[in-house]
């Protein structure tokens, strides 16, 4: 199967090198990015939107 990726492939290689030297995986480092942003509201308790299960 092919790669594909909506970065050039200079910068998708400059993101594989950081991922690389964080030793971090690119969802990894995409999750601390949007939790970096200002508008992030981290998910309350009785919120399930990280449950693989699906339940409610």
Do not use: H
């Not at 990726?5 to 594989?16: H, V």
Request: charged content about 30%; glycine content about 2%.
């Amino acid at each position: 199967m092919k790669e594909v990726s909506i970065l050039p492939k200079r910068e998708w290689e400059a993101l594989d090198a950081y991922c690389k030297i964080a030793n971090l995986n690119k969802t990894e480092l995409f999750r601390e990015f949007v939790r970096s942003l200002l508008t992030y509201q981290p998910p309350t308790p009785d919120s399930d939107e990280d449950s693989s299960s699906g339940e409610s």
